[in-house]
Antibody, heavy 118, light 113 residues
């Protein structure tokens, strides 16, 4: 069945780089897009960016200068890297798939909780 | 960016009640090419990831109970729960996928009265 699973550190120090891996199964990264969405504790959802099925990327301008999304199709993995972390980057980070560029996110991972603190 | 505004932010309900919640977008989500509204509704229970309920403003996802009804077009959308059950207590988010960046409403939290 369709699964997405995020893995990453629980704790990151301020100014450091966050790296999270989304490992997918039950579908192909060459057919589906994968989005990254984050949710600060007790707050709403914020779209960060996406990896397209053709390998192209889209980023929210709020993160564009410090966010990078890449993939390894042979391992069915999509990677999020964000540098210059601050305390307000503390959040749960979700990956989610969508069939088309302009399509809904129909399956989500359980999320990776990241705390930014010294 | 398209701004999504949800009201109310929270609502206290009793089991069996009919519930409606609103989502308004700062620009039309209706495509002139295919006449589809690029609006989704998600349900998020505590400690869980969002679950897709409704796509294209009114198309229920497979397995979603038919008490969840999406309606609206253009800039004004509504999610109706015809008879709320205890398992429906959650936060509901609308999302536009008409344009990038994708944007979400602030959510409507359903609580027990």
């Amino acid at each position: 069945q369709v699964q997405l699973k995020e893995t990453g550190p629980d704790l990151v120090q301020p100014t450091q780089t966050l790296s999270i891996t989304c490992t997918v199964s039950g579908f192909s990264l060459t057919t589906y897009n994968v989005h990254w969405v984050r949710q600060p504790p007790g707050k709403g959802l914020e779209w960060m960016g996406a990896m397209g099925n053709g390998g192209g990327t889209d980023y929210h301008s709020a993160f564009k200068s410090r966010l990078s999304i890449s993939r390894d199709t042979s391992k069915s993995q999509v990677f999020l890297k964000m540098n210059s972390l601050q305390t307000d980057d503390t959040a749960k980070y979700f990956c989610a798939r969508a069939y088309g560029t302009y399509d809904v996110m129909d399956a989500w991972g359980q999320g990776a909780s990241v705390t930014v603190s010294s | 960016d398209i701004v999504m505004t949800q009201t109310p932010s929270s609502q206290a309900v009793s089991a069996g009640e009919k519930v409606t919640m609103s989502c308004k977008s700062s620009q039309s989500l209706l495509s002139s090419q295919n006449r589809n509204n690029y609006l989704a509704w998600y349900q998020q229970k505590p400690g869980q990831s969002p679950k897709l309920l409704i796509s294209w403003a009114s198309t229920g996802e497979s397995g979603v109970p038919d008490r969840f009804i999406g309606s609206g077009s253009g800039t004004d959308f509504t999610l109706t729960i015809s008879s709320v059950q205890s398992e429906d207590l959650a936060v509901y988010y609308c999302e536009q996928y008409y344009d990038f960046p994708r944007t979400f409403g602030g959510g409507t939290k359903l609580e027990l009265k």
